[in-house]
């Protein structure tokens, strides 16, 4: 960012893209950790594995922000994120919530003000573009850290910290 003074609007949808390229930044660390096997080990029955958080991030993020903003048309199986017998590779998985979390950026920075105030129809709620915004970021950050805790949980002391006290503050934390 430059030392050039932005709109409550740039500075807004600035930090919400930040707070998706971190989020993602960290699920990564996390998954580069876990074994294929890892990837998809459930605490209990009824739990979600890191796996199925990808899936659900992915498609949370996509009906949200990425069709639900621009008013696009989409088909979301939310129910599959969860039950799906399919097992991506961790690779997959990833390139997949990257693509995603990229378009939701792009449209996250084309919004202006008028456009945060515009309602919307999502997943069957009535909500303003920026309500859906402020839904959809918060809830990939919080997944996030569910995807840290399974990740610590199995890794226990072999989990390597993704942040240092001497690392560079760029990002907002996370």
């Known amino acids: 960012m430059s030392d050039q003074r932005l709109s409550a609007v740039d500075a807004v949808t600035h930090e919400w893209s930040v707070l998706l390229d971190t989020a993602l930044d960290r699920i990564r660390h996390c998954v580069g950790q876990l074994s294929y096997e890892q990837l998809w ?9 890191v796996g199925i958080l990808l899936r659900h991030l992915r498609g949370n993020l996509k009906q949200w922000i990425v069709e639900g903003v621009p008013q696009l048309n989409g088909s979301r199986d939310r129910a599959a994120e969860f039950e799906s017998p399919e097992q991506q590779t961790a690779e997959l998985l990833l390139d997949d919530l990257s693509q995603v ?8 920075r084309s919004l202006d003000d008028a456009m945060l105030a ?57």
Request: proline share 5%.
């Open 41 to 49: 080990w459930r605490p209990a029955e009824g739990m979600n594995s």
């Open 101 to 108: 979390c990229a378009a939701a950026q792009e449209v996250i």
């Open 118 to 174: 515009e309602q919307r129809q999502i997943q069957g709620f009535d909500v303003t573009v920026s309500g859906a915004v402020m839904h959809s970021v918060p809830h990939f950050v919080g997944h996030t850290h569910q995807i840290v805790q399974l990740t610590r949980m199995q890794l226990g002391d072999e989990y390597q910290q993704h942040w240092s006290p001497q690392a560079k503050r760029t990002r907002v934390p996370l």
